[in-house]
T-cell receptor
Framework: DTGVSQNPRHKITKRGQNVTFRCDPISEHNRLYWYRQTLGQGPEFLTY????????KSRLLSDRFSAERPKGSFSTLEIQRTEQGDSAMYLC??????????????FGDGTRLSIL | GESVGLHLPTLSVQEGDNSIINCAYS??????FIWYKQESGKGPQFIIDIRSNMDKRQGQRVTVLLNKTVKHLSLQIAATQPGDSAVYFC?????????????FGGGTRVLVKP
């Protein structure tokens, strides 16, 4: 199965530490998205890339968050100086460039971040 | 505003019966809708999508209906099975104003009783 892969699956860290998550999209997909999901809620959009270009960022993405996709393949999401409120599931999704405008996004199984 | 919501937080259905999950949206600029299934500990799994120029689309055991007049979306699951127990989300994409992001509702939990 060559779906979206996310690592690590679970990260536990102390408040104030930095964390980095990795996402490997489906190989032929050039669009990559990051979402955050808290318990009982739907995912919330954070940012997205087309190839290596970061094209949109949500207001949820504070200056402690940074995402990169340096070679247009895998992406990393870093959170600096983590806070309790950062505890959530961080989901990555990818999609192909549409021939028309509608292509579904396919999600990985996420990284669950727990801040102690 | 931009909101996608669901009418029922939990749906309990007998195995073998049909399930109907409802979703309301408020923005008439929404032109693409997707249903996802999410099982515990996993990411959302794509089920079916529909464009705003359609009012019905069928997949394997699933049908999505779109009523643009009342801004309502529904997912019908035929002959519900225990493996269908999960949380179901509808999501919208408004193009091009909101880029390619998906806006999700709060989800409906489907519990299949044997």
């Amino acid at each position: 199965d060559t779906g979206v892969s996310q690592n690590p699956r679970h990260k536990i860290t102390k408040r104030g530490q930095n964390v980095t998550f990795r996402c490997d999209p489906i190989s032929e997909h050039n669009r990559l998205y990051w979402y955050r999901q808290t318990l009982g809620q739907g995912p919330e959009f954070l940012t997205y890339f087309q190839n290596e270009a970061q094209l949109e960022k949500s207001r949820l993405l504070s200056d402690r968050f940074s995402a990169e996709r340096p070679k247009g393949s895998f992406s990393t999401l870093e959170i600096q100086r983590t806070e309790q409120g950062d505890s959530a599931m961080y989901l990555c999704a990818s999609s192909s460039t549409p021939s028309d405008r509608d292509q579904p996004q396919h999600f990985g199984d996420g990284t669950r971040l727990s801040i102690l | 505003g931009e909101s996608v919501g669901l009418h029922l937080p939990t749906l309990s259905v007998q195995e073998g019966d049909n399930s109907i999950i409802n979703c309301a949206y408020s923005n008439s600029a929404s032109d693409y809708f997707i249903w996802y299934k999410q099982e515990s500990g996993k990411g959302p799994q794509f089920i079916i999508d529909i464009r705003s120029n359609m009012d019905k689309r069928q997949g394997q055991r699933v049908t999505v209906l779109l009523n643009k007049t009342v801004k309502h979306l529904s997912l019908q699951i035929a002959a519900t099975q225990p493996g269908d127990s999960a949380v179901y989300f509808c999501a919208e994409k408004r193009w091009p104003a909101a880029g390619n992001k998906l806006t999700f509702g709060g989800g409906t939990r489907v519990l299949v009783k044997p």
